[in-house]
């Protein structure tokens, strides 16, 4: 790697990180960036199928809603949007911030097995489209589809386009922006939710770090590698909003005492105190932005009208 393809910078720290999550053990080496703090996995292995075996957490099984519970959802969504919470689930915080109206054409990247778009659509969102080229096979119901493609083999486009934790499992993020504004409609927003090395936990713990997650993370920027980007695409990022879990601090105390996340169980580990003080304490790390991830919101910015010269 010579310069950052982000910002360009020529420095950057080499890093040797570990295989952790089904614990092989496998080496691979990343590279800071000394000005953006964004990482890069060096050297991304051609076949990475290996570390996304059948029990990777994406592709869990899929819970539909029955009818009454579907209604239930789609009264609780309506309720939101008037400004009544009541048993919110996560993603209506995710969304918040974007302006959207159910007919808003949306996409999923890397959608796994499709419960988000499922959850929208009992929400009463109309267009919604996933994408996950590791899915089995394409799917379509009355409410939304899921197509078995890469992101840069999307040839629609849409009001908005989110990634939930699957940009930093794509190589080469200024060419994922570049393909991103070709999908994008006028006023089209982006969500980005991802791991940040703003992380606190990444400062103190380094390579033990749950979301460094090597080799799957292909790349993980700073708040500062997302505005650069976001500067060079004529994205504006209009809000960023960290929204770290519990994860963060009993993952990376798994990973230092040398277990894997994959068939260790959690209660055996930590008590339920612990538990509870690592929620407390992912609150407080958003609060005062160190936790380990945050949302990303970005708009395509309206060209500015020149001034008629008929005034
Ligand atoms: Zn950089």
Known sequence: MKECEICQALEFKAIIAQERMYGTGDIFKYMECSSCEALFLADIPADLS???PSNYYSFGPFNRSNALLALLKKLRYKAFSRGISFNSPVYYDWLSPLSLIPTSKIADIGCGNGQLLAEMAYSSFQQLDGYDPFVEEAFSSENFSIYKKDFFEIDQKYDLVMFHHSFEHLPNPVEVFEKLITILNPEGQVLIRVPVTNAQVWKEEHTYWFQLDAPRHLFIPNTKSMEILGDRFGLELFNTTFDSMDSQFWGTALYKKG???????????FSKKELESFS???KLYNKQKIGDQACFYFRKKTP????????
């Open 259 to 269: 277990k894997p996340l994959v068939g260790t169980n959690l209660e055996e580990i």
């Open 50 to 52: 290996k570390y996304y």
């Open 280 to 282: 407390k304490k992912a």
């Open 304 to 311: 500015s009208i020149p001034p008629s010269k008929f005034q």
